[in-house]
């Protein structure tokens, strides 16, 4: 457009040719504006401001646009002690290379965008847009986490352990719907509640009708009270239910360890049955009292099984509980790591130690109607060292043990185990 100014204001000058510099300029400032318009929302330009702060951030001086940049990059590896190369081999891998870009206008309206870099390409992994004016009201609509459990809800990037618990492969993943969510007086209640497509984040299209439905409930105590010890403390329960309609061999939920990744029970040539409604229960707490933390969270799960002559309900429990100290620094549930002195800066970091047992058992339904074979009990334990040099980068060094119960697990070679262990290494750094 600007071009466009230029061109007919040589013209305009041709036919004056007393006409001076200034003049010259005034009127190709008067066609710019012409051809541009009014800004529609009766504002000047605004300069805009950019810093640093956990990532890049702008704003216009008025503060009617806001904007963040940021991303990660986490980096694992795994080393199995007891297995051999066709069932477990040492490997090191790229978990998630991730952008996030999000902007809010006029206090009330957001957008938030986060694509992942895989190994076999990209994909979305969040998107969504807001109206968020009110505390007490937001109204969300993309792809995002459904507002259930602890484990799932943290950021990928500030997890406690290179790998979530076993008791995470109840959980829903990431799906498309919407969800109005916010917090009541002054921040003593959280809430959420959400219908979803209920089929994941890889598809555009539900395949049925039926639409899953998510709540969540969860008090900060601290945001009322005021109490130290208790300046940290959550508990939250949550709940989902849907109908998911997926054929055989489809399981209720991922069968497989997250860390040591061995699927526990499994037949691929299953057949006859689908997976119908899904039903989930959870609960949580977490507290952050000076440099100890303490977490613990439950999940309950059933299924409804169709096997065309008989219906079956699959169940699932699982739980698992943690306890962790800081020193140098702190972390509050859902929060971003605090370091008190960050390495080159006159100290050394932030270092968190913490231990985690996790439980999962299962009914022997698929056993008994559809010939899975493996374990129907899970045992996790696990001891991680985090060291966070600045708040922006972590380096964790890992040991979990796994065991089995109610049946072994039979390994690709043909080897059955009731037992494994690994060593997981993380380094990542974020802003």
Known sequence: MRAAAVVLGCLFGGLSARADDADLERRLRALELEVEGPDPAGRGREPVEAWFDRGLRFKTADGFFRARLGGWLIAQAFFHSRLNERDAADTFRIKEATLELGARLDGSWEVFVSPVFLGGGSRLLYGWVEFNRWEWLRIRAGQFKEPFSMEVLEETRWWDFPENSVVYMQAPVPDIGIMAHGSVADGLVRYALGAFNGNGSGTSRDENSDKDLAARLAVHAADAIGWE??????????????????????????????????????????????VEDVSRVGAEAAALAGPVELKSEFSWHRSRLDFGDARRVFRSTGWYAQAGV??????????????????????????????????????????????????????????????????????????????????????????????????????????
Do not use: C
């Open 229 to 274: 010890p208790l300046l940290h403390l959550h508990a939250a329960v949550s709940a989902t239910h849907g109908r998911q309609r997926r054929d055989a061999p489809a399981t209720p939920f991922p069968m497989f360890d997250p860390t040591t990744g061995t699927v526990f029970h499994l037949n691929p040539a299953a057949t006859g049955y689908e």
């Open 326 to 431: 800081w020193l140098g620094g702190r972390r509050v549930p859902f929060g971003i790591p605090e370091v008190d002195d960050p390495l080159f800066g006159g100290g050394a970091g932030a270092f968190q130690f913490a231990v985690r047992y996790a439980h999962l058992r299962m009914d022997d339904d698929l056993e008994e109607h559809a010939g899975f074979t493996g374990a129907r009990r899970v045992d996790e334990i696990s001891a991680v060292l985090n060291w966070f040099p600045n708040a922006n980068v972590l380096v964790s060094v890992e040991y979990v043990w796994v065991g089995y119960g109610h049946g072994r697990v039979v390994l690709p070679s043909g080897k059955d185990i009731d037992e494994e262990d690994v060593v997981a290494f993380r380094m990542q750094i974020g802003f």
